[in-house]
């Protein structure tokens, strides 16, 4: 009991950002596990061609995603409610609004094309017009959360992920076995989950609205800030992404399928290296703005070094995974 309250006392002790990167650790790690253990689940599901046809379907969505928000709620986001920090709240939600005039501009553009889109990705009309209701209040729980991650917030983001995550991940499933296991099905099931999750979140952000000068403001801050970016997150997509399509053009749904299940399991590497970064990128422009430059060259080699270990850890580990919890064809 003693070594338990001793235990307590010296967690109390510790600053908030060394709790807030414990507890969004622990949090990541908790979301990786119900991805990781969600795609035996959605493999036995789907058959092994619709699963690949999901697989792809995120890979195009990833990428129209960032021609409909331009990710303003990264970076831009991030930095602007340092630079605005006395009227954060009408920058969130002057920023949230540019995103959806965005994505609704993005979406007539398309819309014409709908139906190459469609061939192109197998789906449907749902799922189109589903997909930019979902870019619609995406961008709303992401401002949100990278502020409490930014205030050191680690209950409220914590809490709100985990569950958000839980009902997306293990609800679509549910529903597809109830309502129909074919790709169809279960893409406007896990679109519907996500617009119904993110919904509070949009209307709690975008209520501050300030339609006056300091709007076109901020929307040149962020134009100005994220637009060179957007090359930045293409080729990342391109690296991360592309290789799925292209099996998918190459060999068939059924391959691509067999290659996302290695894809989804080696990603789970990411855990501690995501966990640190969303920690570590408020304090780093913190950083910046102070000039502190030698603190965070420290912090970024102990990084470096953890990452390193976790990799080597996993590649070892990860083939006996594999075998245990998938089927001969995945294996």
């Keep these: 009991m003693s070594l338990m309250n001793n235990m307590l006392q010296r967690y109390r002790s510790f600053p908030v950002e060394f709790k807030a990167t414990i507890w969004f650790t622990i949090a990541n790690i908790v979301l990786k596990g119900i991805s990781f253990f969600s795609v035996p689940l959605l493999t036995r599901v789907l058959p092994q061609e619709d699963y690949g046809v999901v697989s792809v379907f995120f890979s195009y ?77 995406y961008p709303a729980f992401n401002c949100w959360l990278n502020k409490k991650r930014y205030e050191y917030a680690y209950k409220p983001a914590v809490s709100a992920t985990l569950i958000t995550t839980f009902l997306i991940t ?108 969303q920690v570590f990128q408020p304090w780093r422009y913190k950083k910046l703005k102070n000039r502190e430059y030698g603190s965070i060259k420290n912090v970024t080699n102990k990084i470096l070094i953890l990452t390193a270990v976790s990799i080597t850890l996993f590649i070892i580990l990860i083939p006996e995974i594999m075998r245990f919890m998938f089927d001969e064809i995945y294996y």
Excluded at 177 to 195: N, P, S, V
Excluded at 235 to 249: F, G, K, P, T
Aim: hydrophobic share 50%.
């Design 170 to 277: 293990i609800g679509s499933i549910v529903f597809t076995i109830i309502l129909g296991q074919d790709d169809d099905t279960y893409l406007i099931i896990i679109l519907t989950i996500q617009i119904l999750c993110y919904f509070p979140f949009y209307i709690k952000q975008i209520s501050a609205l300030h339609i006056r000068n300091r709007m076109i403001e901020h929307f040149r801050y962020c134009m100005s800030f994220q637009l060179p970016l957007v090359a930045h997150s293409l080729s990342y997509l391109i690296l991360a992404q592309a290789d799925r399509v292209m099996i998918s053009w190459m060999s068939g749904d059924d391959k691509a399928a067999i290659y996302s299940v290695a894809y989804s399991l080696s990603s789970a590497i990411l855990i501690v290296q995501n966990s640190i970064n």
């Design 61 to 137: 969505q990833q990428l129209i995603l960032i021609f409909a928000t331009f990710e303003f709620y990264l970076g831009a986001f991030q930095r602007g409610i340092i630079h605005y920090e006395k009227e954060e709240r009408e920058f969130t939600s002057n920023l949230i609004f540019l995103c959806n005039l965005i994505t609704i501009i993005v979406f007539f553009v398309l819309l014409p094309f709908r139906d190459n889109f469609i061939t192109l990705t197998k789906t449907s009309n749902a799922v189109y017009v589903l997909m930019f209701i979902y870019f619609i209040v």
